[in-house]
């Protein structure tokens, strides 16, 4: 007699929410700290004709303006839950 061509069954499968497990978030502040300074440090190299100083004033500015505006999007973050 010939076997049926159903599948078997499988097992349960567990999703996420089920399990507890969350997914880390990454902080604003050091996100746009990074990208802060990676725009600051291009844009101070190529205005500053390529010296090594204006790129260093470049990115510590991007990183400072970088972290304020990363720091303000975090607490607006925190008041809405």
Do not use: C
């Not at 969350?22 to 502040?29: D, E, F, G, T």
């Not at 101070?44 to 260093?56: E, K, P």
């Amino acid at each position: 007699m010939p076997e049926s061509h159903q599948r078997h069954k499988t097992k349960k499968h567990h999703h996420q929410a089920e399990t507890g497990a969350k997914k880390k978030r990454i902080n604003a502040a050091i996100f746009m700290s990074v990208m802060g300074g990676i725009f600051g440090l291009s844009f101070g190299y190529f205005t500053g004709d390529r010296s090594i100083l204006w790129s260093v004033v470049g990115t510590i500015a991007g990183v400072l303006a970088g972290y304020l505006f990363g720091h303000g999007i975090d607490k607006s973050t925190a008041q809405k839950k």
